[in-house]
Structures are given as C-alpha cells and as structure tokens.
T-cell receptor, first 113, second 116 residues
C-alpha cells in the first residue's frame, strides 16, 4: 500500500497559470519534503516542513510556495509556471532528521505549455 | 563543490553477474549518513541501503551491500546476481547531521542497464 501519495501523476499547465501539486502521507511522519527533478538530473530540494515549521532552501525561486495544513497533507504551489519549471516533483517524508530514511511518492510530472 | 560524486553516468551488466556502482563524498561533519536509492522509469525513489558514519560494519540488505571506505570517503553499492528488474537509475545521497541543515543531498546518479 502506498504510504506517500502524490496527485496527480501527470499535470499539464499553461505558461503563467497557477498550479498546485498535492502530497499526502499515512506514515504520520514529522518531516515532509518537496524535491524538483529535471530530466537526467539529481533531485533538488526546494523546501521542507518539520511539523508546521517551514524551511525554504536559499536558491528556491519565489515562484514556488508550499502549504502544510495538517500532518498528512502538503501542497506545492507554483504561482506563475515558466517553461523551465517543467520537471518531476517528488514529495518525501521522514520520521525525523538524522539517519532516518526518506520515503518518496511516485512523483508528479509537470508539463508547461 | 560537489558533495556527492557518482562518476559512472551509465553502466551495463550481464544478468546474474555482480556490479559495483561508485560513490564518493565530501564532508567535514564527523556525523553523517549515506543512502542509496533506486529510481525505475516509473519515477518513484526506492530506498535500498543505509550506512552511518560510525557504523563499524558494512551495511547489507539482501542482494545489496555497501562497500564503505571511510578514509577514502567512498560508499560504493554492490549488487550481486543482477536481475533484469535492476535496470534503473541509482542515486547515492548523504545527510550531514550537523551541516547543511541536515538535508539529504543527492549525487548525479548512475543509469544501470542489465543485459539478458
């Protein structure tokens, strides 16, 4: 059974049209992460939540925002998608920091037309 | 500077043979963890194996083992008896427990292709 669920699996949006990607977890983990992965590249961390505490990576564009209304759900909002934002977006969770492994969802492949 | 380096962009291995995927890392933090993840074409990142910097023995998980050489700062993944289903991207990753905000940083990945 999937423990980290991302919807939708594929998302198509238009240039400049806001889009929201969603992630839910059944693990009751404290930490939720959003990674961006462009084709044939390593995943790049955008931001993460420890419980309700939001932590933004220094080089994450202002265009990207996130919400975590409760433990189970986390959303990635892209306010004005550009062509360069087309990528796979991976949500992950971990129980804590340190040596805790990350559990990943299947990802949402975002296309920008 | 690259924290995690995977020097093999792509590799072929014959089915049923063993294969080693290279990973070197750079850190000044004495406390860190090293992870390997598999990413099939479906996109999901699947955890394979973990090695802590203070672990005395090399980690093993079924057909996966991690050849941890601390002095050389290398953490190579060994897959024994390769199967066709092992064809995927493999990412080495590191988490520094005191530096870098304790976040997981990935290497560039190695694409493994298993030949029948």
């Amino acid at each position: 059974d999937a423990m980290v669920i991302q919807n939708p699996r594929y998302q198509v949006t238009q240039f400049g049209k806001p889009v929201t990607l969603s992630c839910s977890q059944t693990l009751n983990h404290n930490v939720m992460y959003w990674y961006q992965q462009k084709s044939s590249q390593a995943p790049k961390l955008l931001f993460h939540y420890y419980d309700k505490d939001f932590n933004n990576e220094a080089d994450t564009p202002d265009n990207f925002q996130s919400r975590r209304p409760n433990t189970s759900f986390c959303f990635l909002d892209i306010r004005s998608p550009g062509l360069g934002d087309a990528a796979m977006y991976l949500c992950a969770t971990s129980r804590d920091y340190g040596g805790e492994k990350l559990f990943f969802g299947s990802g949402t492949q975002l296309s920008v037309l | 500077a690259q924290k995690i380096t995977q020097t093999q962009p792509g590799m072929f291995v014959q089915e049923k043979e063993a294969v080693t995927l290279d990973c070197t890392y750079d850190t000044s933090d004495p406390s860190y963890g090293l992870f390997w993840y598999k990413q099939p074409s479906s996109g999901e990142m699947i955890f394979l194996i973990y090695q802590g910097s203070y672990d005395q023995q090399n980690a093993t998980e079924g057909r996966y083992s991690l050849n941890f050489q601390k002095a050389r700062k290398s953490a190579n993944l060994v897959i024994s008896a390769s199967q066709l289903g092992d064809s995927a991207m493999y990412f080495c990753a590191m988490r520094e427990f005191h530096n870098a905000g304790n976040m997981l940083t990935f290497g560039g990945g190695t694409r493994l292709m298993v030949k029948p």
